[in-house]
């Protein structure tokens, strides 16, 4: 979306008294000056000389254009092109006249007039409303880096035949990088606009094959101000740009260029906030002939972790309100008023907001790591982080001052957002911009500039907003006096235990003091603590609630953007202390991993559930950015994801977003897509080394199958569930690895699942991935580790036990190949569908339940083992399984699943069990799974509240009764 004017037809002379006085004035008086000095402007036809006097009239610059040289614009209007046509003949052009160039005065006046006339070509077609703002954009910026580029690789070329070629220790050519910062990294640049710039290069060394040896330094340093020269300096040609080397590290102060190695210990050691803002603009500006020398991707590796970080950095907003209250200072001691660019509501606002959201969540959002602004705004909508109407409104708002501010410069070729405050200035923009008066176009520009300026104030406070001034008690104060503390408790807040709260509060501070804090930090530590103290005051669970704060704040106080992180969003830190309150379990995963704030702090990423699908490709597209053969770093991030969704996933059952049947799903889609992907950096770290089966190569295919059991098998994993898992593969055993360090097959499946256990399973930063077990695969822990189909089937015939085979009943295929997984259903099915002795197989499981009772169950006649005791989920599992081996013989399909709910309704549509049984099993196993879920989100394992369970309890023991005698 663009801005549109509304003058799309031009001027004549037909209706010029239409137009206002001064404009008329103006434009007599251009035609003057012009015909006067070059009389066959007479000679054209009449609409060439209409068109060229209003646009003379319009813009000074292209009057003095056209007296310096008429012939570019009225070849132009001899041969109508597109803009994007005359854009690309144009450079063509350039290329071709410098290439024949001989010396820096040619280079100098080429750039020059160059420009003048690529400028002034912008200029009309941008007035008359012909060019649309964001070609507009393009054609500068891309003008300012074929100058840059083109007089750089000239100068380089050059440089080297007087000093030789720079280069490194290994004899490679150096390059001097050049980064477009600003409006122009971003590809926006203004019309009239200074040229930030920073210079680097990236390896120490001196040149080799010129009069005599220079450093490398030295040789960019000399370049570099021989580029700047180039563009910068006034001739009779006038100049290129202005150029401003002020943002490169210390400013002024420091060397005109750096190495990569200075570069990086700088921005590591002292880099500020306002130059991650600067930054994020950065753009490498280079020739042609250098841009796929790998220096360059070193260079944007370099400065990515600078600006992005891994974390949700909200440090931002801080940076931001210093630099716009340094910018409103400026306005007042140089008296700027009717800024567009700086004032409230203006340009500046809207590249503050959208780079506020980038530099905070850019690091964990990588669509939000471009350099446009308008291209950002758009990722900001399709990412949700502003809505419609905002986006929208920062968008009409940008480009009606963007067309503006174009307009201003383009009058006078002069660098200004200054809005005119005489006749004739003030008429021309009006009517470049399509609107009656000036009153009707300064009604628009303060609607916008409110609109934006609203949109500022909601995502950036200014500070005084910030620092929510109260009448509350301030209980953070150092060395409060105990007595005072508790006298304002228990006056103010009667009903807690004042001392006890007290105690906490004083117990964070001596915990907090002990830790190495910088000043920034306890700075928002000590703005932090008392709104966390009211709200804690104002929780029904006050004391449970601020020494679950204290163990948090104590974890994380160190980490300066995480306390920022809670004090920007304290309406999501109310949310935050629910959750603490529910939840010991979210507590310390918090503690224990403090990113995980990111989640629970972004309202839109706790209302946005995944579906099966989506958990798999989110995953995928996280693991695709890191390089294949970095293991370390994609356990790191299979870890991540997981915390990060397992929180997300807690969090929507807390608020009663997924039912209980739902929680589950999402647990188990959440497991089985880290799975799936756990596998395949397995499988992609043998095949480097080993190769792939004879039987596999040059296919997709693995001849490897995962058989879920337990939780898993049944679609009921919960908060912190094991993964019961058996590894079959299919392959030959004879069949040898085609790599160059070749094995045996029941080597390589071996050597598979030991790699995929050790990703599970090595304790990192961020703890293991999930516990294993694999006990449940043939023969036990002295079986292998990955079965074959064939001896999986045959040890399932002839030596499982009947609680191997009620295992199975909850057992289904999880990932593999298709044909591997058909023969294992097969096999399945064949298994459970066995005829049994109905007497011997009652006798099997009841023994097996009494066993798991004696040791297992953790119940007393006071609290109740919702899992192991007598009426519980296990009574439920073994009933289900059961009927699964007793009836499967007659009623085949009671094999197709392998969660309970789904068995249950089987049954009782065949008559193996009443409707109301069944019912009854179903809606006791769905409480119990819904208490277990929110037991384990409170770190409890039993029931205290045994008689809102009664009913189900005494339910579940007569059906076992009626089923087992």
Excluded at 330 to 345: A, V
């Amino acid at each position: 979306m663009a801005f549109q004017p509304n003058n799309q037809s031009f001027i004549t002379y037909e209706n010029q008294q239409k137009l206002s006085e001064p404009l008329t004035s103006a434009a007599e008086d251009a035609w003057q000056k012009l015909t006067h000095r070059h009389p066959k402007l007479l000679e054209i036809p009449q609409i060439q000389q209409d068109k060229i006097k209003w646009h003379c009239g319009l813009s000074d610059f292209i009057t003095q254009s056209m007296l310096a040289d008429p012939d570019f614009i009225v070849q132009q209007l001899n041969q109508p092109l597109t803009p994007e046509q005359q854009f690309e003949n144009a450079t063509h052009h350039f290329k071709q006249a410098l290439n024949k160039i001989n010396n820096l005065n040619e280079l100098h006046k080429l750039l020059r007039v160059h420009r003048r006339e690529q400028m002034s070509w912008v200029a009309w077609q941008d007035l008359d409303g012909s060019l649309p703002l964001d070609t507009a954009f393009k054609h500068i910026s891309d003008l300012a880096d074929l100058f840059i580029a083109s007089a750089l690789e000239w100068l380089y070329q050059q440089e080297c035949l007087i000093s030789g070629t720079p280069s490194n220790s290994e004899g490679e050519p150096q390059p001097l990088i050049v980064l477009g910062m600003g409006k122009l990294g971003g590809g926006e640049l203004n019309f009239s606009s200074d040229i930030d710039l920073i210079y680097c290069y990236p390896e120490s060394g001196n040149t080799v094959g010129g009069r005599r040896e220079y450093s490398n330094h030295e040789f960019f340093t000399r370049l570099g101000q021989k580029l700047i020269t180039a563009l910068h300096q006034m001739t009779a040609d006038g100049y290129v740009y202005r150029v401003d080397m002020r943002l490169r590290p210390y400013g002024d102060s420091g060397p005109l260029i750096m190495s990569f190695a200075m570069l990086e210990d700088y921005y590591a050691e002292q880099g500020r906030g306002w130059e991650r803002y600067a930054m994020l603009k950065a753009r490498i500006i280079s020739p042609e002939s250098w841009q796929t020398n790998p220096a360059l991707e070193q260079l944007e590796n370099l400065i990515r972790p600078f600006v992005y970080r891994r974390y949700i950095d909200f440090s931002a907003f801080e940076s931001l309100r210093k630099m716009k209250k340094l910018i409103k200072q400026e306005n007042r001691r140089q008296g700027l008023s009717n800024n567009i660019k700086l004032g409230e509501g203006g340009i500046r606002e809207v590249e503050f907001v959208v780079q506020a959201f980038q530099l905070i969540r850019g690091g964990r959002e990588p669509e939000l790591q471009i350099r446009s602004t308008r291209e950002a705004l758009q990722k900001l909508l399709e990412l949700e982080e502003l809505g419609m109407p905002e986006v929208e409104q920062l968008k009409q708002g940008y480009y009606f001052l963007r067309k503006t501010e174009h307009v201003l410069q383009q009058i006078a070729d002069q660098q200004t957002q200054t809005l005119p405050d005489d006749e004739l200035n003030q008429q021309r923009l009006i009517f470049s911009l399509g609107v009656n008066s000036w009153a009707e176009f300064t009604a628009q520009l303060k609607l916008h500039m409110s609109e934006i300026h609203e949109i500022w104030q909601n995502v950036i406070h200014d500070e005084e907003d910030v620092q929510e001034h109260n009448d509350n008690f301030d209980y953070w104060i150092v060395n409060l006096d105990t007595e005072i503390a508790l006298s304002h408790l228990k006056q103010d807040h009667p009903d807690i235990d004042a001392d006890n709260f007290w105690a906490q509060i004083r117990s964070t501070q001596e915990l907090t003091q002990k830790k190495n804090m910088g000043p920034r930090g306890r700075d928002v530590l000590n703005k932090l603590m008392p709104i966390l103290i009211e709200l804690c005051l104002e929780s029904e669970q006050s004391v449970q609630l601020i020494e679950q704060v204290k163990n948090l704040i104590t974890s994380i106080c160190t980490r300066t953007a995480y306390l920022e992180l809670l004090f920007e969003n304290q309406n999501a830190c109310k949310q935050l202390l629910n959750f603490l309150v529910i939840s010991p379990w979210i507590s310390n995963q918090l503690c224990a991993q403090p990113f995980l704030l990111d989640e629970l702090l972004v309202p839109k990423q706790l209302h946005k559930t995944l579906t099966e699908t989506q958990y798999q490709a989110e995953l995928r597209e996280r693991l695709l950015r890191i390089e294949p053969d970095d293991l370390e770093a994609q356990m790191d991030a299979l870890r991540q994801f997981k915390l990060a969704f397992q929180l997300r996933i807690a969090a929507a059952d807390i608020m009663g977003e997924l039912p209980i049947m739902k929680v589950s799903d999402h647990l188990t889609w959440l497991a089985e897509a880290i799975l799936d992907q756990v596998i395949n950096i397995a499988w992609h770290q043998l095949e480097q080394k080993h190769g792939v089966p004879e039987s596999l190569a040059d296919t997709d295919h693995k001849g490897f199958a995962v058989i879920g059991y337990g939780k898993l098998g049944g679609w009921e994993l919960g908060y912190g569930s094991d993964l019961d898992l058996v590894f079959v593969h299919d392959r030959n055993f004879n069949e040898q690895t085609t790599g160059p360090s070749q094995i045996g097959i029941t080597q390589f499946y071996t050597r598979l699942a030991q790699r995929i256990m050790h990703i599970f399973s090595t304790q990192m930063h961020s703890g293991i991935l999930y516990e294993m077990d694999l006990r449940l695969r043939p023969s036990g822990a002295s079986g292998l580790l990955v079965a074959t189909l064939e001896g999986f089937e045959n040890y399932q015939l002839n030596e499982a036990w009947t609680w191997e085979h009620q295992a199975l009943a909850r057992a289904r295929n999880i990932l593999g190949d298709n044909d591997l997984l058909r023969k294992l259903s097969e096999v399945r099915h064949k298994i459970l569908s066995q005829r049994r002795d109905s007497s011997t197989l009652k006798t099997d499981v009841i023994e097996m339940r009494e066993k798991m009772f004696n040791h297992l169950s953790e119940g007393n006649q006071d609290k109740f083992d919702l899992k192991q005791d007598r009426g519980g989920i296990t009574d439920i599992e073994f009933i289900t399984q059961y009927l699964v081996l007793a009836n499967a013989a007659e009623h085949p399909q009671l094999t197709v699943w392998s969660d309970n709910v789904r068995i249950l309704t089987l049954a009782a549509e065949l008559n193996i069990i009443s409707p109301s049984d069944a019912e009854q099993l179903i809606e006791a196993y769905k409480t119990y799974r819904s208490t277990g879920h929110k037991l384990a989100l409170a770190q409890q394992k039993l029931i205290s509240h045994v008689e809102k369970y009664q009913t189900h309890i005494e339910n579940v023991k007569r059906i076992w009764q009626d089923i087992f005698n």
